[in-house]
């Protein structure tokens, strides 16, 4: 397979940054990978994993004469980072990103990018709570969705040129404005996971007064709640402070909803309460159909 770039920078190693060297690598989709991370325990992993052919502590060095540069950090980097290494960008090179807010994302970066340079944000919906650079594989984007929000004028051969990329690494592209990604995500990830994080750490609090038996007893849904808390806590308070507008839109909508549960319980009515089990049923059914998650294994006896 021909290299889609000569020489990749991938800013950032953690399980995306990490993942996404490992795909460069098993499909030869650039000729040469350069990583830049921060820590020197990341540095030497890198060089231990054979994850690069050349490794950075500063960005600015890690960027130059690169053809595609790859964001990998959390979204609170995203301004020092890009006005750090933009100076250093070569005319022609493409520039992108992988967190799961976009608008933040053009507005932090895009003032920073050198003319003759192409910024093109985007989001491979992927990921695991494992962190680190020994976290990552390169099958995580397989059959995954990879959104792209490119800013109305942006250059099209590069838009095409980072989605066939995502392509080949192994997952289906689409193409969306950033402020509807925004709100999208704040549905299907940001708000669970705000919910996740709340139910641990209440269940966290019972522990004390209950002896442990919240944890020792953990079913089936409180165990996902737990999988879901255990994600980067520094990716995910950077995801809440810059998609608050959605995030707070959607936890006023979900409070809405929630109430009215707490009003079917009280008042006894098993019809609404079914209903709803029944409607959300059938969209788990569909999650599955679509190839985006497992099937689902037997339930346990006590959830």
Known sequence: MTALFERMAIIGLGLIGSSVARVVRQHGLADHIWVCARSP????????????????????????????????????TYKSLAEAFGPSLKPGAIVSDVGSVKESAIRDIGPFMPDGVTFVPGHPVAGTENSGPHSGYAELFEDRWTILTPPDGTDQNAVDAVAEFWRQAGSMVEIMDAAHHDLVLAVTSHLPHLIAYNIVGTADDLATVTESEVIKFAAGGFRDFTRIAASDPVMWRDVFLTNRDAVLEMLGRFNEDLSALQKAIRYKDGDALEALFTRTRHIRRGVIDAGQAEPDEAPDDAD
């Open 41 to 76: 325990e990341t540095r030497q992993a890198a060089t231990d994993l054979g994850l690069a052919d050349a490794v950075f502590a500063d960005v600015a060095d890690a960027v130059v004469d690169a053809d595609f540069v790859l964001l990998c950090t959390p979204l609170g």
